[in-house]
Structures are given as C-alpha cells and as structure tokens.
C-alpha cells in the first residue's frame, strides 16, 4: 500500500501555553482536546488511513502576538518532538520549531535539532511584528537550514489589521489574511536573490500562501529596476524552486501547483487538526482527478516530504 504522510499536521502540548489556555473560542479553542492529544490523534489517522504525519508546533501559535518565543520553551518543544518520534518512529516525522528572527541563537537550534535531536526540517513563521524572511536577522537559520540540506516550512501568522478587517468573512477570512502576509514573506525572499545565493535553500508553503507564486510571475517586469528583483535569476524561474502542500485540498488548485511547480514539489498536507483531516479516500479520489503516473500520484502522498525530509519513519 501506498503510504500517506500528512506533511502540515500540528502538535501541541497544553504545558507550551501561556496561564490563559486553553483558548476560550474560535478554531484552535475547537481543535484543543485534539491538538494537545497524541494518542487520540494516531487513532483518528488510523480511522482515515494517514500512514504518518509531520508534527510541527510554530511559535506565533504560542507568542504574544509580534513576540518571540522564549529560547527555553522552543528547545522544549523540539526535545519532546524528538521523543516522540523515538516513541512512535513508524508513525511520527518532525519539524523543528524555530524562531527565525532571532539571528545566531536561531541558527545554533537549527544546528542542534538537525544534528543532535535528528529531526527531519525546521518550521518557521513567516512574519514576526513587520518583519518578513528577507530581514538579515533572519539569514543565519536560512544559512543553517541550507547547509544541512533540510527543508523549511514557512508556516503563515495573522497580521494585525488585516486579520481583523477580513474576519466577518469567518475562518476563510482569517485564512486569507493569513495566507496573505505568507505570501509577501515569501515574495520578499524570491525578490532578495537568495535563492542565488544559497543553492541547496528548500522552502515549503501551504497553499494558502500560493499567490507568492503568482506575484513571483509578475514580478518578472521589474527584474532589474532598483526596487525589483535583485537575484540574476528571473522570479518566475526561481519559484521553481519552492514546494507547496495540498491545504484545502482542491483539485484546482492543487493542478495548478503541480503545472507550475511540478509533481515532485507537491506535498499533501491538510493543518490537520486545525482543519479537518483529509482522509486517504479524498486524496486518491481527488489525485485520479488528475493527469498523474502511479509514480507521481506516490510523490505527492508521501515520496516528496521523505525526500525533503532527512528524517524517515522505519517502515
């Protein structure tokens, strides 16, 4: 059987939160007796035949707003993630948390997870106040990351402002403003030119962020003007470059990843259980949808994020 790896899937521990937890309303507050669950989440996987999933906690999840996280809770969080994976290696793969805004330090946890703990990747929140990924405080864990050859997921926060005006829109809206400010967070990395500089740099976004590939198309007009695109290689090759998962999962849009980006930069991934879970008979329902080979269809389940990943589960 094919195995399906769910690679934008979170873990949190009720510990990691502030006094005010658990949350009193909204999405998180409904997913809390999931989120904080390990067991009750390997059986609902089990129920909806998920072969393993990605665990990853991002530290705007747990900050004040705009704040960074505490140095001690993060490297918490990335023992237990590695204990966890110890504890169920067949089932569980992890992405370090990082807070990427915090220089050297940041970099010296990326150093730590990958090559002591043995974690798979790092995650990363996109934005941090007004800061966004290009920001030089930023470039020692993007440095690290490429160094060690693993993958980062830029995982979307919610701007202030933006959140709220497009909130009376419910959850979508929140997702949108969300999604917004990931993708500005990525255009501003493709309009750095680091992807020129750091060859083995490995981005993954969810798809709620897919407009940063859009905007990198557009961008082509302003390649050389001395507020455009700084990197020699044009935006719309260099997009080339990222990774998207599959959240939401619409079969239009995911066509739309896989036409521009390829099969193999295509990861399933759902923000389970933020949202719902995508079961295995949604994804191989909606993958026949689409012009694939058996190859590419295992690719997108699960062969990507092995890949990407330098942790594997002992199957």
């Not at 999933?53 to 900050?63: D, E």
């Not at 020699?232 to 896989?258: N, Y």
Request: charged share 20%; with cysteine.
């Amino acid at each position: 059987m094919v195995h399906l790896i769910d690679f934008h899937s979170h873990y949190f521990e009720a510990a990691w939160f502030s006094s005010q937890s658990p949350p009193g309303s909204g999405v998180l507050a409904r997913a809390w007796p999931l989120l904080t669950n390990i067991e009750a989440q390997l059986a609902e996987m089990d129920r909806a035949g998920i072969n393993a999933k990605v665990l990853s906690a991002p530290s705007a999840t747990l900050a004040t707003p705009g704040q960074p996280l505490h140095s001690d809770l993060i490297r918490r969080i990335n023992d237990r993630f590695a204990e966890l994976v110890a504890l169920y290696p067949e089932r569980l793969l992890a992405l370090a948390t990082i807070d990427a805004f915090q220089g050297a330090a940041a970099a010296h946890e990326v150093e730590r997870a990958i090559q002591t703990l043995g974690l798979g990747g790092i995650c990363v929140d996109c934005a941090q106040a007004d800061r966004y990924l290009d920001v030089p405080e930023a470039r020692p864990t993007l440095e690290a990351a490429a160094s060690l050859g693993v993958a980062i997921f830029v995982h979307p926060v919610s701007p202030a402002g933006l959140t709220e005006r497009l909130a009376h829109l419910g959850h979508t809206g929140i997702l949108l403003a969300r999604g917004t400010e990931n993708a500005a967070s990525l255009l501003a990395l493709l309009r750095s030119g680091i992807f020129d500089e750091l060859s083995n740099l490995k981005i993954v976004l969810p798809m709620i962020g897919v407009a940063a590939l859009l905007f990198a198309g557009i961008a082509d007009q302003d390649y050389g003007r001395e507020d455009g695109w700084q990197g020699p290689t044009l935006p719309s090759i260099a997009r080339q470059r990222l990774h998207v998962d599959t959240m939401g999962f619409d079969p239009a849009a995911i066509r739309f990843a896989i036409e521009l980006l390829g099969p193999e930069h295509v990861l399933v991934g759902s923000d389970w259980p933020i949202m719902p879970i995508t079961p295995r008979q949604r994804v191989e329902e909606t993958l026949a949808q689409l012009d694939l080979t058996d190859d590419q269809k295992v690719a997108i389940m699960g062969g990507n994020t092995l890949r990407l990943l330098r942790q594997h589960p002992t199957w």
